[in-house]
């Protein structure tokens, strides 16, 4: 984890969970690039979920972590994106089982429905897990457009 450069980005619902998770994770990660907005007033998530899958896809980040209150339209942003693979977790073995057999690219957060210690959990987890390739290579490869 300590050599990843991390985008991350949020509407309102998820400005508080991503300072969170930013300071718990400051020093296991090489830097974090923040797209989304700082602020607690109301907008628009596809503003911010944007340029941070733009960043993952370019290589200019290594994943990103989405957040919004359900955590869908973000993550649903995001996808739009053909090199981004974005996997709503709840829990931390789907975030496990996103990287292992989905290679997934982006974590998506539901911020009004998990605890900060949950989701703390579900990044780690996520960061730290490899894809397992094999069998899942070829379905992967199917997924883009
Ligand atoms: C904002 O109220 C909310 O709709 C948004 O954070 C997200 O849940 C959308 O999918």
Known sequence: MKNLTIGICNDHAGTELKNFLMDALKDEVKLFVNFGTDSNDSCDYPDFAHPMAEAV????????????????????????????????SWEPEIAKLAREHNDANVVGIPARFISKEKALEIVKVFLSTKFEGGRHERRVAKIAL
Do not use: P, W
């Not at 896809?57 to 993550?75: L, P, V, Y």
């Open 57 to 88: 896809e370019s290589g200019k980040c290594d994943f990103g972590i989405a957040i919004c209150g359900t955590g869908n339209g973000i993550t649903m942003t995001c996808n739009k994106h053909q090199k981004i693979r974005g996997a709503l």
